[in-house]
């Protein structure tokens, strides 16, 4: 079934660092992929999504490319603050499957001044 | 302001007490659905509806009920929680629940059962 891996956490930087959050998948069809994540205490809020291949999402800083080939949806930024302290989700929705969102495990990212 | 309103944020039961745990929202959305989060398994979705008194199973039913009496309201019952149900519990809402619509959620529910 349709599925998604992520690295695992915690991934631990330091204030202006780079960061990479990996994400596979796995699904039948195009599925559409999001990034979510979850600060301290609150729930998930959607960070950006991809509907197609090579199309790119971008929100706050953040960015993820959806490559078809890799089948792979990972989070980068140029420059991390500790307010981005969070759990970061990665998730798909497919449409031929169980017209559901599934979610990856989550990483933690810990960003220390 | 739009958003998920889910009660309590906190709360410890022991074992066989029935609860219930509310969840609405103020968004008009057909779709509302009900996941827990537990460490290194990520969110697992319990139950889900698409509109007013259709409900559905998700990967996680077990040991759980819901109800869909009303658009905005979406409560999750444990007629009799056991240990195994400890954990952090979201409701989440969306227009239709379909495509790449966005999904909104509540700020959660921990639940400790003893």
């Known amino acids: 079934g349709d599925s998604v891996t992520q690295m695992e956490g915690p991934v631990t930087l330091s204030e202006e660092a780079f960061l990479t959050i990996n994400c596979t998948y796995t699904?039948?069809?195009?599925?559409?992929l999001f990034w979510y994540v979850q600060y301290p205490g609150e729930g998930l809020q959607l960070l950006l999504k991809?509907?197609?291949?090579?199309d790119k999402g971008s929100n706050k800083g953040f960015e993820a490319t959806y490559r078809k080939e890799t089948t792979s949806f990972h989070l980068e930024k140029g420059s991390v603050q500790v307010s981005d302290s969070a759990v970061y989700f990665c998730a798909l929705f497919s449409s031929y499957n169980t017209d559901k969102l599934i979610f990856g495990t989550g990483t933690r990212l810990q960003v220390f001044p | 302001e739009a958003q998920v309103t889910q009660n309590p944020r906190y709360l410890i039961t022991v074992t066989g007490k029935k609860l219930t745990v509310t969840c609405s929202q103020n968004?008009?959305?057909?779709?509302m659905s009900w996941y827990r989060q537990d460490p290194g398994l990520g969110l697992r979705q319990i139950y889900y509806?698409?509109?007013?008194?259709?409900?559905d199973k998700g990967d996680v039913p077990e040991g759980y009920k819901v109800s869909r009496k009303e658009k905005r309201n979406f409560p999750l019952i444990l007629e009799s929680p056991s240990p195994n149900q400890t954990s952090l519990y979201f409701c989440a809402s969306s227009f239709t629940g379909r495509g790449n619509e966005k999904l909104f959620f509540g700020s959660g529910t921990q639940l400790s059962v003893l």
């Open positions: 991809a509907t197609k291949a090579d």
């Open positions: 509806s698409m509109n007013v008194e259709v409900t």
């Open positions: 699904a039948t069809g195009y599925p559409s």
């Open positions: 968004m008009n959305h057909e779709y």
